[in-house]
């Protein structure tokens, strides 16, 4: 079965850095699109950042650019999540998702079918 499993959370000051890793099985990686969301304490689940299936094309949500950043590496099914400079307000669960609309870099959680357990991300002053 598809599974994607997300590490590298935990617990940073503020101006610290984490790097989430999200590791896929169960579909062909590279013919996917992968995404990273989060859900913040009382709040929605809003897209971070997602990257296309050869990871040239990338997208980010406005105020994130430039402190976080999506990679991914193909031969290892492994899609990364590079956070600086971390703010008390990028606490929250951190999600991996993967979506077979292969052709466009999507911030549309519908478009993403397959989804981790997330991991935590806490940030504190």
């Known amino acids: 079965q598809v599974q994607l499993v997300e590490s590298g959370g935990g617990l940073v000051q503020a101006g610290g850095s984490l790097r989430l890793s999200c590791e896929v099985s169960?579909?062909?990686?590279?013919?996917?699109?992968m995404g990273w969301f989060r859900q913040a304490p009382g709040k929605e689940r809003d897209i971070v950042a997602a990257?296309?299936?050869?990871?040239?094309?990338?997208y980010y949500t406005s105020s994130l650019k430039g402190r976080f950043t999506v990679s991914r590496d193909n031969a290892v099914n492994t899609v990364y999540l590079r956070m600086n400079s971390l703010k008390p307000e990028d606490t929250a669960v951190y999600y991996c998702a993967a979506s077979s609309a292969k052709w466009k870099v999507s911030r549309n959680q519908e478009e993403y079918h397959h989804w981790g357990q997330g991991t935590q991300g806490t940030v504190s002053l």
């Open positions: 169960g579909l062909m990686f590279s013919d996917y699109t």
């Open positions: 990257v296309s299936w050869h990871g040239t094309t990338t």
